[in-house]
């Protein structure tokens, strides 16, 4: 499909070598590498060429936690080997008492923002909360930096997130996959309530991807309805296109036709948020790469 938008952005994709001489550490999270990467991986210079064809500028290399766990290393050579097309997210834990000394190599690394892995496919950590106090020495240094979090959680989640949102009123977090709401109720989804109750957040932004492109199809659910609930309710500056190719099937050119074409019936303005101007407020980085 044809489109106007420029500088297209991909918040939300990861790298995987295939050079196993030089990253030979598996060490996913939960113990249990994921299927996605072993089947399918793609190198940093095969993402560079996927953008390419995709048609998408910039890309957010997000740290690969049920492969290589909390080493980012490959994050950082893929940044390395694109400067043109990635700027780098990495990945530590932030119950560990050396969670600040961590972040501090890997943004001293070149890398621009973290995340915090506690539920995805393969891994979940049911003695994790994000609201834990043993973690508030390490949000406060994020929010003095203004360093951007990525969280990825379930929406059983969603009230220690609140938790840490009215505490750290300057953290600057987003919401991987929307914590994958329960949409199949359909308009007016009072099944994602919880969802929806973060809108008096305003430092929490959110990652559309592919994830939620395809659950909004499902039930009685239709994606344009959703997308339009969810801008209505946050405002399209507040969310920001994420792929999340390869762990999802396809191409990653049939990912931006399918989110493209779910926001098809969005104003052009809020379109433009959502494919490029978050991402490049979130990511100030991004500002200073020319784009593939």
């Given at each position: 499909?044809?489109h106007s938008?420029a500088?297209?952005?991909?918040?939300?994709?990861?790298?995987?070598?295939?050079?196993?001489?030089?990253?030979?550490?598996?060490?996913?999270?939960?113990?249990k590498?994921?299927?996605?990467?072993?089947?399918?991986?793609?190198?940093s210079h095969?993402m560079?060429?996927?953008?390419?064809?995709?048609g998408?500028s910039k890309?957010?290399?997000?740290?690969?936690?049920?492969?290589?766990?909390?080493d980012?290393?490959?994050?950082?050579?893929?940044?390395q080997?694109?400067?043109?097309?990635?700027?780098?997210?990495?990945?530590?834990d932030f119950?560990d008492?050396?969670a600040?000394d961590?972040?501090?190599?890997?943004?001293q690394?070149?890398?621009?923002?973290?995340?915090?892995?506690?539920a995805?496919?393969?891994?979940?950590?049911t003695?994790?909360?994000?609201d834990?106090?043993?973690?508030?020495e390490?949000?406060?240094?994020?929010?003095?930096q203004q360093?951007?979090?990525?969280?990825?959680?379930r929406?059983?989640?969603?009230?220690?997130?609140?938790?840490?949102?009215?505490r750290?009123?300057k953290?600057?977090?987003?919401l991987?996959?929307?914590?994958?709401p329960?949409?199949?109720?359909?308009?007016?989804?009072?099944?994602?309530?919880t969802?929806?109750?973060?809108?008096?957040f305003?430092?929490?932004?959110?990652?559309?991807?592919?994830?939620?492109?395809?659950?909004?199809?499902?039930?009685?659910?239709?994606?344009?309805s959703?997308?339009?609930?969810?801008?209505?309710?946050?405002?399209?500056?507040r969310?920001?296109?994420?792929?999340?190719?390869?762990?999802?099937t396809g191409?990653?050119?049939?990912?931006?036709?399918?989110?493209?074409?779910?926001?098809?019936?969005?104003?052009?303005?809020?379109?433009?948020w959502?494919?490029?101007?978050?991402?490049?407020?979130?990511?100030?980085?991004?500002?200073?790469?020319?784009?593939?």
């Amino acid at each position: 499909m044809t489109h106007s938008i420029a500088n297209i952005v991909d918040t939300h994709c990861h790298i995987i070598s295939d050079d196993p001489r030089q990253f030979p550490a598996l060490d996913p999270m939960g113990g249990k590498q994921s299927d996605w990467s072993k089947e399918r991986p793609v190198n940093s210079h095969q993402m560079a060429q996927h953008m390419k064809d995709a048609g998408v500028s910039k890309s957010v290399l997000v740290q690969a936690s049920t492969c290589y766990g909390h080493d980012s290393s490959y994050v950082v050579q893929g940044t390395q080997d694109h400067p043109e097309a990635f700027v780098g997210v990495f990945s530590v834990d932030f119950l560990d008492p050396t969670a600040i000394d961590q972040v501090q190599h890997w943004t001293q690394q070149g890398l621009s923002g973290l995340r915090l892995f506690i539920a995805g496919h393969t891994a979940q950590d049911t003695t994790k909360k994000l609201d834990d106090p043993k973690a508030f020495e390490l949000w406060d240094f994020l929010s003095s930096q203004q360093i951007p979090v990525c969280v990825q959680i379930r929406s059983n989640g969603l009230p220690a997130l609140q938790n840490l949102l009215t505490r750290f009123p300057k953290a600057i977090v987003l919401l991987d996959h929307f914590a994958r709401p329960e949409m199949q109720d359909g308009p007016p989804y009072a099944n994602a309530n919880t969802l929806f109750e973060l809108v008096k957040f305003e430092n929490l932004f959110f990652k559309l991807t592919t994830h939620i492109v395809r659950d909004s199809k499902l039930g009685l659910s239709d994606s344009q309805s959703f997308f339009k609930k969810v801008v209505d309710a946050f405002g399209a500056k507040r969310i920001a296109w994420g792929s999340n190719f390869p762990a999802n099937t396809g191409s990653l050119k049939e990912h931006l036709i399918e989110a493209l074409s779910a926001a098809e019936k969005l104003p052009l303005s809020d379109q433009e948020w959502i494919f490029s101007k978050t991402a490049h407020q979130l990511y100030s980085n991004l500002q200073q790469i020319q784009g593939v």
